[in-house]
Protein backbone atom coordinates (compact mmCIF):
# COMPACT_ATOMS: atom_id res chain seq x y z
CA UNK A 1 0.00 0.00 0.00
CA UNK A 2 0.96 3.19 -1.37
CA UNK A 3 0.06 6.36 1.25
CA UNK A 4 1.08 10.12 1.45
CA UNK A 5 0.93 12.50 4.67
CA UNK A 6 0.22 16.16 3.45
CA UNK A 7 1.45 18.36 5.58
CA UNK A 8 0.67 21.95 5.51
CA UNK A 9 -0.79 25.20 7.01
CA UNK A 10 -4.31 26.01 6.26
CA UNK A 11 -6.33 29.39 6.84
CA UNK A 12 -9.30 30.64 7.49
CA UNK A 13 -11.54 29.63 4.86
CA UNK A 14 -12.59 26.78 3.44
CA UNK A 15 -12.99 27.30 -0.28
CA UNK A 16 -8.87 28.29 0.28
CA UNK A 17 -8.03 25.17 1.87
CA UNK A 18 -9.80 23.44 -0.50
CA UNK A 19 -8.12 25.10 -3.25
CA UNK A 20 -4.75 24.92 -1.31
CA UNK A 21 -4.74 20.63 -1.11
CA UNK A 22 -6.17 19.90 -3.84
CA UNK A 23 -2.82 20.42 -6.05
CA UNK A 24 -1.11 18.26 -3.97
CA UNK A 25 -3.77 15.33 -3.53
CA UNK A 26 -3.38 14.88 -7.04
CA UNK A 27 0.21 15.01 -6.65
CA UNK A 28 0.34 12.49 -4.08
CA UNK A 29 -2.08 10.34 -6.55
CA UNK A 30 0.04 10.75 -9.82
CA UNK A 31 3.20 9.26 -7.87
CA UNK A 32 1.15 6.41 -6.58
CA UNK A 33 -0.39 7.18 -3.33
CA UNK A 34 -4.19 5.52 -3.09
CA UNK A 35 -4.56 6.76 1.04
CA UNK A 36 -3.75 10.30 1.28
CA UNK A 37 -4.11 11.77 5.21
CA UNK A 38 -4.07 15.38 5.76
CA UNK A 39 -3.97 17.22 8.99
CA UNK A 40 -6.84 17.92 11.90
CA UNK A 41 -8.39 21.31 10.55
CA UNK A 42 -7.90 20.97 7.33
CA UNK A 43 -11.23 22.89 6.23
CA UNK A 44 -10.49 25.42 8.85
CA UNK A 45 -7.47 26.11 11.14
CA UNK A 46 -7.79 26.58 14.64
CA UNK A 47 -7.34 30.21 15.48
CA UNK A 48 -9.13 31.60 13.00
CA UNK A 49 -12.40 32.63 14.28
CA UNK A 50 -15.06 30.87 14.65
CA UNK A 51 -15.68 26.64 14.30
CA UNK A 52 -19.15 27.06 14.37
CA UNK A 53 -19.54 29.37 10.74
CA UNK A 54 -17.92 27.15 8.65
CA UNK A 55 -19.52 23.86 10.09
CA UNK A 56 -21.26 21.41 7.94
CA UNK A 57 -22.43 17.99 7.42
CA UNK A 58 -20.68 15.83 5.43
CA UNK A 59 -22.90 16.65 2.85
CA UNK A 60 -21.19 20.06 2.23
CA UNK A 61 -19.22 22.13 0.28
CA UNK A 62 -15.71 20.68 1.81
CA UNK A 63 -16.88 16.86 1.64
CA UNK A 64 -18.76 16.86 -1.46
CA UNK A 65 -15.62 18.20 -3.15
CA UNK A 66 -13.01 15.94 -1.39
CA UNK A 67 -15.29 13.47 -1.93
CA UNK A 68 -15.67 14.42 -6.05
CA UNK A 69 -11.54 14.92 -5.33
CA UNK A 70 -10.92 10.77 -4.39
CA UNK A 71 -13.49 9.99 -7.25
CA UNK A 72 -10.97 11.94 -9.85
CA UNK A 73 -7.70 10.44 -8.45
CA UNK A 74 -8.94 7.24 -7.32
CA UNK A 75 -8.15 7.52 -4.05
CA UNK A 76 -9.15 7.37 -0.28
CA UNK A 77 -8.91 10.63 0.93
CA UNK A 78 -8.95 11.37 5.20
CA UNK A 79 -8.74 15.07 6.24
CA UNK A 80 -9.84 16.96 9.28
CA UNK A 81 -13.38 19.36 9.01
CA UNK A 82 -15.46 20.09 11.47
CA UNK A 83 -19.39 18.83 11.70
CA UNK A 84 -22.59 21.16 13.91
CA UNK A 85 -22.88 19.18 16.99
CA UNK A 86 -24.99 20.82 19.65
CA UNK A 87 -26.31 24.78 21.57
CA UNK A 88 -24.67 25.14 25.31
CA UNK A 89 -25.77 27.72 27.78
CA UNK A 90 -22.16 28.79 29.64
CA UNK A 91 -22.00 31.64 31.89
CA UNK A 92 -24.90 33.63 29.98
CA UNK A 93 -23.23 32.70 26.31
CA UNK A 94 -24.87 30.74 23.86
CA UNK A 95 -21.97 28.16 22.64
CA UNK A 96 -22.37 26.28 19.10
CA UNK A 97 -20.50 23.49 19.68
CA UNK A 98 -18.95 21.29 16.76
CA UNK A 99 -17.35 17.78 16.19
CA UNK A 100 -13.62 17.85 15.25
CA UNK A 101 -14.09 15.58 12.49
CA UNK A 102 -11.76 13.20 10.67
CA UNK A 103 -13.73 13.25 7.03
CA UNK A 104 -13.09 9.93 5.01
CA UNK A 105 -14.22 9.90 1.58
CA UNK A 106 -13.32 7.59 -1.58
CA UNK A 107 -13.45 3.82 -2.77
CA UNK A 108 -17.23 3.27 -1.75
CA UNK A 109 -16.71 4.80 1.64
CA UNK A 110 -17.98 8.02 3.05
CA UNK A 111 -18.17 8.68 6.48
CA UNK A 112 -16.60 10.54 9.40
CA UNK A 113 -15.16 9.90 12.69
CA UNK A 114 -15.64 12.56 15.70
CA UNK A 115 -12.28 12.79 17.92
CA UNK A 116 -13.18 11.49 21.20
CA UNK A 117 -10.44 13.05 23.30
CA UNK A 118 -10.77 16.61 23.32
CA UNK A 119 -7.97 18.63 23.90
CA UNK A 120 -8.53 19.88 27.41
CA UNK A 121 -4.61 20.10 28.36
CA UNK A 122 -1.64 23.05 28.72
CA UNK A 123 -4.91 26.46 29.56
CA UNK A 124 -6.49 25.28 26.67
CA UNK A 125 -10.30 23.96 26.63
CA UNK A 126 -11.24 22.09 23.09
CA UNK A 127 -14.56 20.33 25.07
CA UNK A 128 -15.63 24.42 25.41
CA UNK A 129 -16.48 24.89 21.51
CA UNK A 130 -15.97 20.93 20.29
CA UNK A 131 -18.36 18.08 21.41
CA UNK A 132 -16.46 14.71 22.07
CA UNK A 133 -17.44 11.94 19.86
CA UNK A 134 -18.17 8.14 21.39
CA UNK A 135 -17.31 5.85 18.17
CA UNK A 136 -14.42 4.44 17.17
CA UNK A 137 -14.27 4.16 13.50
CA UNK A 138 -12.58 1.57 11.21
CA UNK A 139 -12.40 1.58 7.19
CA UNK A 140 -11.51 -0.87 4.52
CA UNK A 141 -9.04 -0.07 1.91
CA UNK A 142 -7.70 -1.97 -0.22
CA UNK A 143 -8.39 -5.39 1.99
CA UNK A 144 -6.80 -3.50 4.71
CA UNK A 145 -8.37 -2.69 7.83
CA UNK A 146 -8.05 1.18 8.82
CA UNK A 147 -8.50 2.71 11.86
CA UNK A 148 -8.75 6.48 12.70
CA UNK A 149 -7.75 9.06 15.10
CA UNK A 150 -7.36 12.47 16.13
CA UNK A 151 -4.36 14.42 17.32
CA UNK A 152 -4.95 14.43 21.43
CA UNK A 153 -5.94 10.64 21.26
CA UNK A 154 -2.68 9.75 20.66
CA UNK A 155 -2.30 10.34 24.33
CA UNK A 156 -4.82 7.74 25.09
CA UNK A 157 -3.27 3.90 24.34
CA UNK A 158 -6.38 2.17 24.87
CA UNK A 159 -7.85 3.76 21.97
CA UNK A 160 -5.09 2.43 19.62
CA UNK A 161 -5.23 -0.92 21.08
CA UNK A 162 -8.96 -1.25 20.83
CA UNK A 163 -8.68 -0.45 16.91
CA UNK A 164 -6.43 -2.96 16.92
CA UNK A 165 -8.23 -5.67 18.31
CA UNK A 166 -11.28 -4.40 15.92
CA UNK A 167 -8.68 -5.75 13.58
CA UNK A 168 -7.02 -2.27 12.61
CA UNK A 169 -3.72 -2.85 10.44
CA UNK A 170 -2.72 0.77 9.74
CA UNK A 171 -4.05 3.90 11.91
CA UNK A 172 -4.10 7.22 10.44
CA UNK A 173 -4.03 10.33 12.54
CA UNK A 174 -4.78 13.56 11.22
CA UNK A 175 -3.53 16.34 13.97
CA UNK A 176 -2.71 19.87 14.24
CA UNK A 177 0.03 19.39 17.32
CA UNK A 178 0.79 22.54 19.79
CA UNK A 179 4.42 23.07 19.64
CA UNK A 180 6.06 24.54 22.87
CA UNK A 181 8.67 23.31 25.37
CA UNK A 182 9.23 19.72 25.03
CA UNK A 183 6.15 19.42 22.73
CA UNK A 184 7.91 17.57 19.29
CA UNK A 185 9.36 15.39 22.06
CA UNK A 186 5.98 13.88 23.07
CA UNK A 187 4.80 14.07 19.90
CA UNK A 188 7.85 11.72 18.57
CA UNK A 189 7.83 9.40 21.45
CA UNK A 190 3.58 9.41 21.75
CA UNK A 191 3.75 8.37 17.85
CA UNK A 192 6.44 5.63 18.32
CA UNK A 193 4.76 3.99 21.52
CA UNK A 194 1.27 3.70 19.63
CA UNK A 195 2.95 1.99 16.81
CA UNK A 196 4.40 -0.36 19.19
CA UNK A 197 1.81 -0.91 21.91
CA UNK A 198 -0.46 -1.59 19.08
CA UNK A 199 0.79 -3.31 16.47
CA UNK A 200 0.31 -1.18 13.78
CA UNK A 201 1.17 1.36 10.94
CA UNK A 202 0.66 4.61 12.05
CA UNK A 203 0.11 7.30 9.23
CA UNK A 204 -0.26 10.73 11.43
CA UNK A 205 -0.40 14.03 9.16
CA UNK A 206 0.11 17.32 10.79
CA UNK A 207 -0.29 20.86 10.52
CA UNK A 208 2.84 22.72 9.27
CA UNK A 209 4.45 24.81 11.95
CA UNK A 210 3.22 28.49 11.12
CA UNK A 211 6.32 30.64 10.71
CA UNK A 212 8.24 28.05 11.40
CA UNK A 213 12.07 29.38 9.87
CA UNK A 214 11.65 31.91 12.98
CA UNK A 215 9.20 30.17 15.34
CA UNK A 216 10.30 26.57 15.33
CA UNK A 217 10.54 25.07 19.19
CA UNK A 218 8.18 28.16 20.72
CA UNK A 219 5.34 27.95 22.47
CA UNK A 220 2.09 28.45 20.57
CA UNK A 221 -1.65 27.26 20.41
CA UNK A 222 -2.87 23.62 18.77
CA UNK A 223 -1.87 25.10 15.24
CA UNK A 224 0.87 22.65 14.19
CA UNK A 225 4.26 21.72 15.02
CA UNK A 226 5.29 19.59 11.49
CA UNK A 227 7.04 16.27 11.79
CA UNK A 228 4.04 14.06 10.17
CA UNK A 229 5.21 10.91 10.38
CA UNK A 230 4.72 7.07 9.47
CA UNK A 231 5.91 4.67 12.11
CA UNK A 232 5.99 0.81 11.95
CA UNK A 233 4.29 -1.93 13.97
CA UNK A 234 7.61 -2.35 15.69
CA UNK A 235 7.72 1.40 16.60
CA UNK A 236 10.35 2.21 14.03
CA UNK A 237 10.23 5.91 12.25
CA UNK A 238 9.83 4.92 8.10
CA UNK A 239 9.70 8.75 7.95
CA UNK A 240 9.01 11.92 9.46
CA UNK A 241 8.76 15.58 7.87
CA UNK A 242 10.39 18.81 9.32
CA UNK A 243 8.52 21.65 10.32
CA UNK A 244 7.44 22.98 6.79
CA UNK A 245 5.00 21.95 4.30
CA UNK A 246 5.70 19.08 3.26
CA UNK A 247 4.55 15.56 1.53
CA UNK A 248 5.70 12.31 2.76
CA UNK A 249 5.11 9.24 0.62
CA UNK A 250 5.67 5.89 1.55
CA UNK A 251 5.17 2.39 0.56
CA UNK A 252 4.10 -0.11 3.45
CA UNK A 253 3.72 -3.55 3.69
CA UNK A 254 0.57 -4.61 5.92
CA UNK A 255 1.71 -8.13 6.03
CA UNK A 256 4.36 -6.68 8.36
CA UNK A 257 1.69 -6.28 10.88
CA UNK A 258 1.36 -9.98 11.24
CA UNK A 259 4.82 -10.73 11.65
CA UNK A 260 5.42 -8.19 14.28
CA UNK A 261 2.42 -8.82 16.79
CA UNK A 262 3.39 -12.89 16.18
CA UNK A 263 7.33 -12.09 17.36
CA UNK A 264 5.28 -9.72 20.18
CA UNK A 265 1.03 -10.32 20.94
CA UNK A 266 1.02 -7.62 23.14
CA UNK A 267 -2.32 -6.84 21.89
CA UNK A 268 -3.50 -10.51 22.15
CA UNK A 269 -2.22 -11.05 25.45
CA UNK A 270 -3.85 -7.85 27.05
CA UNK A 271 -7.28 -9.46 25.49
CA UNK A 272 -6.72 -12.97 26.99
CA UNK A 273 -5.97 -11.26 30.22
CA UNK A 274 -9.03 -8.84 30.30
CA UNK A 275 -11.32 -11.57 29.57
CA UNK A 276 -10.47 -13.85 32.86
Same mark, same amino acid.
Not at 102 to 105: E, G, K, M, N, P
Given at each position: MKLACIQITTGPSVRDNVALVTPLIRDAAAEGATLIVLPEATSQAFGQ @?? %?DTQAEDLDGEFATQLAELAKETGTTIVAGTFRPADIREVDG? $? !?HRVFNT? %? !? $?GGGVHKGYDKIHTYDAFNYRESDTVRPGEELVLFEHEGVQVGVA?? *?DIRFPEQFRELARRGAEVIVVPTSWADGEGK %? /??WQLLTRARALDSGV *? %??AAGQARPDFLEKAGEESGPTGIGHSVVTAP? @? $?VVAEAGYG? /? $?LIVDIDPARVAKVRKALPVVEIEAATTMR
Open positions: @GR %LK $T !IA %L !I $TVC *F %L /EQ *F %LAD @G $TP /E $T
